[in-house]
């Protein structure tokens, strides 16, 4: 079967980091461009970044430019977002999504909280 | 930036009936870059419809995705209880993705 499964969604303080991961399995993970996308209640899905099957090519939504990192690692068969200078409004569910162009799948998502 | 907008925002419907869905962009799409995406509550986004009109695979053939330029639909002929969830449309390319707000296909 193919699955990602999202890793290292914490309860952290405004300003702070957090690193998440997202393992593929059952596919051939270097194969496929990777993005990040979260979820709120009140602005629903976002796009957040993508990187391309090498990690030569990165994209970031403008909300997390200069701030968010992402990366890959296919002999691990992951994908990563450094999440830095976190704010209030980064709370959300992010889910890690294989790129056909469109997402095929998603992992089924890690809660990032920005709270004091 | 391609803004797109779906309605109605909530869809009341009962199991057997039809229901159509809208998903209006702010420009036109070009290369049939337009998909479809059914959520249920604690669920990730699933894939329904991809360039335009393309089931999904094990996507029940009662979905159904059609338009062009700014206006796509999709439509699902009969409603089934499990089909009662969040649809959202999504625009791709340029490796970046466009969300509309969501329908809310309710009972």
């Known amino acids: 079967e193919e699955q990602l499964v999202e890793s290292g969604g914490d309860l952290v303080q405004p300003g702070g980091s957090l690193r998440l991961s997202c393992v593929g399995s059952?596919?051939?993970?270097?194969?496929?461009?990777m993005n990040w996308v979260r979820q709120t209640p009140g602005k629903g899905l976002e796009w957040v970044s993508y990187?391309?099957?090498?990690?030569?090519?990165?994209e970031y939504a403008d909300s997390v430019k200069g701030r968010f990192i992402i990366s890959r690692d296919n002999a691990r068969h992951s994908l990563f977002l450094q999440m830095n200078s976190l704010r209030v409004d980064d709370t959300a569910m992010y889910y890690c999504?294989?790129?056909?162009?469109?997402?095929?799948?998603w992992g089924q998502g890690t809660t990032v909280t920005v709270s004091s | 930036e391609i803004v797109l907008t779906q309605s109605p925002g909530t869809l009341s419907l009962s199991p057997g009936e039809r229901a159509t869905l809208s998903c209006r962009a702010s420009?036109?799409?070009?290369?049939?870059?337009l998909g479809w995406y059914q959520q249920k509550p604690g669920q990730a986004p699933r894939l329904v419809i991809f360039?335009?009109?393309s089931r999904a695979p094990d996507i029940p053939a009662r979905f159904s995705g059609s338009g062009s330029g700014t206006d796509f639909t999709l439509t699902i002929s009969r409603l089934e209880p499990e089909d009662f969830a969040v649809y959202y449309c999504?625009?791709?390319?340029?490796?970046?993705?466009?969300f509309g707000q969501g329908t809310k296909v309710d009972i």
């Open positions: 990187i391309s099957k090498s990690g030569t090519n990165i």
């Open positions: 360039s335009v009109s």
């Open positions: 059952g596919f051939n993970f270097s194969r496929f461009e």
């Open positions: 999504l625009h791709y390319g340029k490796q970046r993705w466009t």
């Open positions: 420009q036109s799409v070009s290369s049939s870059y």
């Open positions: 999504a294989r790129d056909r162009a469109y997402p095929d799948i």
